[in-house]
């Protein structure tokens, strides 16, 4: 929960372990893996799931934000700005439950 706190962005499983492990040296794969899963149960963790993508967590969102990869890297930024998107036009019978805007570009990082 720290190093999400920390990187302010959504990090792949792998992602956590490394930046766990600066923390707790001998941090487990497993271990982390059965946190990922009960804190995902008691929704202190939302997975995030991007087209062609691993799946990423992140600490819950008081409000929706769209996310922004870069090209470069791959990694994936909450993007601080407020969505506004018109309600979708769903085709009748159908239920939307969710959407997920994604921008894509090159980030600060890769950019200098
Ligand atoms: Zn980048």
């Not at 963790?45 to 990423?56: A, E, I, K, S, Y």
């Amino acid at each position: 929960m720290e190093v999400l706190q920390e990187a302010k962005r959504p990090l792949t499983r792998d992602e956590i372990l490394s930046l766990a492990r600066k923390k707790i040296p001998r941090l487990g794969s497993s271990t982390l893996n059965l946190a990922i899963r009960k804190f995902s149960e008691a929704f202190d963790l939302v997975g995030v799931d991007f087209p062609g993508q691993p799946r990423r967590y992140e600490l819950p969102s008081g409000r929706e934000h769209p996310h922004f990869i870069c090209r470069k890297c791959n990694r994936v930024y909450d993007l601080d700005c407020v969505m506004q998107l018109p309600p979708p036009r769903a085709p009748k019978g159908y239920v939307v439950t969710g959407g997920e805007v994604i921008y894509s570009g090159i980030c600060g990082a890769c950019n200098q």
